[in-house]
Antibody, heavy 117, light 107 residues
């Protein structure tokens, strides 16, 4: 069956970087784009960007331009989302979501990133 | 970016009620509007895609309508398991955007 398994929770200091992974299985890796969405505690969903597994092209929402990099490793069927220059407002659960006709449908379990001094 | 405005931000209702949530886009988005349900501690669950198509496995009491800038999600008869937060998402733009969410609470 299709699975998206994300890396574990992280605690980072302000100014540091975090790299969240999303390991996929059960489907053809190159056939589906991957979205990244985050949710701060008690807040709504925020779409961050998307990556094409074939070739690795990306699109990021302007808010994260220059701070986020989404990549993929075709050899391990894994996607990555790196966020740099972390600040307290980046404390959130980060989700990867496999694309379905242009929107995220099948989700990882989420990764809590806590930014605290 | 296309802005998505949901209303209301919260709503109290009773089991059996008919409930409508609206989502307005800052520009025309055709039918590239989708609805999710999210329960605490869980990932979102897709209910409706392309404005009015019911996702497989979703109960028929959920329905969606609208086009261009104005959209609605309707729950025809609320069930206890429907109390959750609902989000709209537009995929007209390469840069997707969610609405701010509507929290549906038990009256």
């Amino acid at each position: 069956q299709v699975q998206l398994v994300q890396s574990g929770a992280e605690v980072k200091k302000p100014g540091a970087s975090v790299k969240v992974s999303c390991k996929t299985s059960g489907y053809t890796f190159s056939s589906y784009y991957m979205h990244w969405v985050r949710q701060a505690p008690g807040q709504g969903l925020e779409w961050m960007g998307i990556i094409n597994p074939s070739g690795g092209s990306t699109s990021y929402t302007q808010k994260f331009q220059g701070r986020v990099t989404m990549t993929r490793d075709t050899s391990t069927s894994t996607f990555y989302m790196e966020l740099r220059s972390l600040r307290s407002e980046d404390t959130a659960v980060y989700y990867c979501g496999r694309d379905f006709t242009g929107l995220p449908n099948l989700w990882g379990q989420g990764t809590l990133v806590t930014v605290s001094s | 970016d296309i802005q998505m405005t949901q209303s209301p931000s919260s709503l109290s209702a009773s089991v059996g009620d008919r409930v409508t949530i609206t989502c307005r886009a800052s520009q025309g988005i055709s039918n590239y509007l989708h609805w999710y349900q999210q329960k605490p501690g869980k990932a979102p669950n897709l209910l409706i895609y392309d404005a009015s198509s019911l996702q497989s496995g979703v109960p028929s009491r959920f329905s969606g309508s609208g086009s261009e800038t104005d959209f609605t999600l309707t729950i025809s008869s609320l069930q206890p398991e429907d109390f959750a937060t609902y989000y709209c998402l537009q995929s007209y733009s390469t840069l997707r955007t969610f609405g701010q969410g509507t929290k549906l609470e038990i009256k």
